[in-house]
């Protein structure tokens, strides 16, 4: 494909540079003049665009890209065949300028593992998204992914790599198809079909390259490349470099197994184990530790107070002074046995209370226990976690806009929160997508066509009039979205009212050509009948009557009748026609409008003509019938 830069497409998108070149197209920084920014245009190979069936699915996958909204997604802003100018199937999108993960592979070789987490995550988050929509990536490799200036990773090409990747045009020099071969599941190369088990493989292999600083697999043609995805192994990480964990080097293998059913269903799957491996790696990362289970120091008890020894005085009179000391030692006792009883008293009802709120907090109803994460899941799956736990299920169904169908939205309460032993945990499952068939409103007043759109949860849009010649003035001609077609909740539907049949001044086209009558009342809109019959003053293939005459305004589409000249009614015989060659003459005189009788005499191999009957000069009626006697 040569060079378009210089060209303005759909006269709007004005290529400024070429920044690449693939197998299925060239990709151009522009100018959209319209919004006065940078954008990217991808304009798909002349010999692609040929292909009807490609360009159908170019088209249709497009949109599909387009309803992707992600940060990590190259977003996709317009799609288009441009007609003036050079012909070109376009795509545009977002402008990220940076550079691949390919050049950054160039540069670094391999990651550290924390970097290459670091990396995988953002990319596994855009394939999540997808894959919860049903759309598969299906060439996911370095070269499709970006990272901007400012450091935000995005994946390109989203839904737009169903083309044929293997085949017989595989050879080694193709260096895209070599680069999309090396990241193939074994299934696509197989039997060529792909689903988000083939994004997880790619995204493995991505991730092995990463930490590896190399591809698994390496040939001369691209066909030794898939012949080794399907027969041979991934090697495991921890083969080529020990200082990757255990655990990442087992997802990893997982993530690119031979057999689709063993590796992670989604990438969603895929991230959330990855995101395991992160916290076990750098527990700071686990956003669900809030520092509750911080170990209790015990409190030590304050040591009593040591009471003074009472040194003995001589004591006179002994015998009341040792009265008196017993008195009071037996006080002292009573009060000291009085406080003991207390203290036993309170000890008991701490040690009881103690005992009840252990009971209570650990095993009793007190217990808490802590709800998982269940967002992603189907009902099934989080049954399986829950239950075990003892808690019960509750479900709620919920249309979400992008949960699919049968995914859990969320848990009430949120997974990392507590809830009481043998309570309940409340599940919003998705009901997918919420949808509404638009009405039938063709052939309703406007009003009433409102009445019955407001009945749905619709929102009535503009009202426009256009001339129609089947529905009468003033009713619902159509509407936008068409009736029967399924929408969101609030959109607006535009309705299109008859204004009636259109008046359109005729024109008269006596005596002109009736060909140009013909076509111009074609393209007016009328329906034309045309009749022919000779006519001694207008001349040949002019027009002779028109009904209705001109100078008169009729309906759109209304019948009109025009008579075309075929000339004059009489004719004279040539007196050429005697000599001429049978065919010759014959041919001569049907010309005329004369209708011809050979009458063969002798044997002669070239016959010519003898006579005429009526005899040349002779004026005849077209129409009738001229006897030539060849021989």
């Known amino acids: 494909m040569s060079d378009l830069t210089g060209e303005l497409i759909d006269g709007r998108y004005q ?213 080794m995805h399907v027969n041979e192994e991934i090697p495991r990480l921890r083969s080529k470099r020990r200082d990757i964990p255990q655990s990442l080097d087992d997802l990893i293998a997982s993530a690119t197994a031979k057999n689709p059913d063993d590796r992670p269903r989604t990438a969603g799957d895929f991230l959330a184990r990855l995101q395991q491996i992160q916290i076990d790696l750098d527990p700071r990362k686990n956003q669900m530790d809030l520092g509750l289970d911080l170990p209790v120091e015990p409190i030590r008890e304050k040591p009593r107070k040591k009471v003074k020894e009472v040194v003995p005085v001589e004591q006179t009179p002994a015998v009341v002074e040792t009265t008196k000391e017993i008195r009071r030692k037996e006080e002292k006792k009573k009060r000291a046995s009085k406080r003991v009883r207390r203290n036993r008293k309170v000890a008991l009802v701490l040690a009881v209370a103690l005992g009840v709120g252990g009971w209570w907090s650990l095993v009793g109803p007190g217990s808490r226990v802590v709800v998982p994460s269940t967002i992603g899941g189907s009902y099934e799956e989080a049954v399986n976690i829950i239950a075990p736990l003892g808690l019960t299920t509750v479900v709620e169904n919920r249309f979400d806009e992008e949960i699919a169908k049968g995914r859990i939205i969320e848990s009430i309460p949120a997974g990392g929160d507590r809830v009481d032993a043998a309570g309940s945990v409340k599940l919003i499952i998705s009901k997918g997508p919420e949808r509404f068939s638009v009405p039938m409103t063709t052939g309703l007043t406007p009003e009433a066509a409102q009445t019955v759109l407001k009945k749905s949860p619709l929102l009535v849009g503009q009202i426009r009039e256009v001339f129609s010649t089947e529905i009468p003035k003033g009713f619902v001609i159509s509407s936008s979205p068409v009736s029967g077609t399924s929408v969101k909740r609030d959109t607006t539907i535009n309705l299109v009212v008859s204004k009636g049949v259109q008046q359109i001044a005729l024109v008269s086209y006596l005596g002109k050509s009736g060909e140009q009558a013909l076509n111009e009342l074609t393209e007016t809109g009328f329906s034309v009948e045309v009749g022919y019959a000779f006519n001694d003053n207008v001349p040949e293939l002019a027009v002779i009557s028109q009904t209705p005459s001109g100078g008169v305004s009729i309906n759109k589409g209304a019948r009109v009748v025009i008579q075309i000249s075929k000339g004059p009614r009489y004719t004279f015989i040539p007196k050429t026609v005697i000599t001429m060659e049978a065919s010759a003459a014959k041919a001569m005189l049907e010309s005329l409008g004369l209708k011809v009788k050979v009458v063969v005499i002798g044997n002669n191999k070239k016959k010519t003509v003898k006579r005429v009957s009526p005899v040349v000069n002779t004026k005849v009626k077209r129409g009738s019938t001229v006897t030539i006697t060849v021989g």
């Open 15 to 227: 290529l400024l540079r070429q920044v690449a070149n693939g197998g299925m197209a060239s990709i151009y920084e522009a100018i959209d003049t319209r919004l006065d920014r940078k954008v990217a245009v991808k304009i798909m190979h002349p010999h692609l665009a040929q292909d009807e069936a490609f360009v159908s699915r170019f088209i249709k996958e497009a949109k599909a890209a387009a309803a992707l909204s992600h940060p990590n997604i190259v977003a996709v802003q317009d799609q288009g065949w441009n007609q003036s100018g050079v012909p070109a199937i376009f795509l545009v999108m977002e402008l990220i300028e940076g550079h691949t993960l390919r050049e950054y592979l160039n540069e670094r070789g391999r990651f550290e593992t924390k970097d290459a987490i670091n990396y995988l995550t953002p990319i596994l988050s855009a394939l999540a998204a997808a894959h919860l929509l049903g759309i598969v990536h299906r060439d996911i490799k370095p070269e499709n992914i970006l990272i901007s200036k400012d450091g935000r990773i995005k994946i390109a090409d989203f839904g737009l790599a169903r083309g044929e990747i293997i085949g017989s045009t595989m050879t080694a020099e193709s260096s895209v198809i070599l680069g999309s071969v090396s990241y193939l599941s074994p299934e696509q190369v197989q039997r060529g079909v792909a689903d988000s088990r083939s994004d997880v493989y790619a995204t493995g292999i991505v991730a092995y390259e990463m930490l590896i600083g190399d591809k698994p697999f390496s040939a001369e043609t691209p066909i030794q490349i898939a012949y």
